[in-house]
């Protein structure tokens, strides 16, 4: 797993390369805790991930709670087809913007 990230405005833009999942997961959201103070949405870039495991979508949902529940502050973009199947199967596409 690749995650490379900076901030912008206030937005904390990562891009994550490779799978999601119980191996990533850890490195991933160590990543999102060391940078999330103070921004005010994470816009990811999923062009790269090729899939995600529940360990992944509890990533999700932990941002969630952090942002306040709001649907703008997760913003994936690129998602691909099945990555974007698994989100929508769970609900998750439901608590983020997908662009």
Do not use: C, H
Request: aromatic residues 6%; hydrophobic residues 45%.
């Amino acid at each position: 797993m690749k995650i490379d990230g900076r901030t912008e405005n206030g937005v904390l833009i990562v891009s994550l390369e490779g799978r999601i999942d119980m191996d990533s997961s850890p490195a991933i959201s160590e990543f999102l805790e060391n940078n999330i103070s103070g921004v005010l949405s994470v816009d990811l870039d999923f062009s790269d991930v090729a899939y995600i495991s529940s360990a992944g979508l509890r990533i999700m949902l932990w941002l969630n709670k952090r942002g306040g529940q709001r649907k703008d502050y997760i913003v994936i973009r690129n998602m691909r087809d099945p990555v974007r199947a698994v989100f929508d199967i769970t609900g998750i596409s439901d608590i983020v913007t997908i662009v």
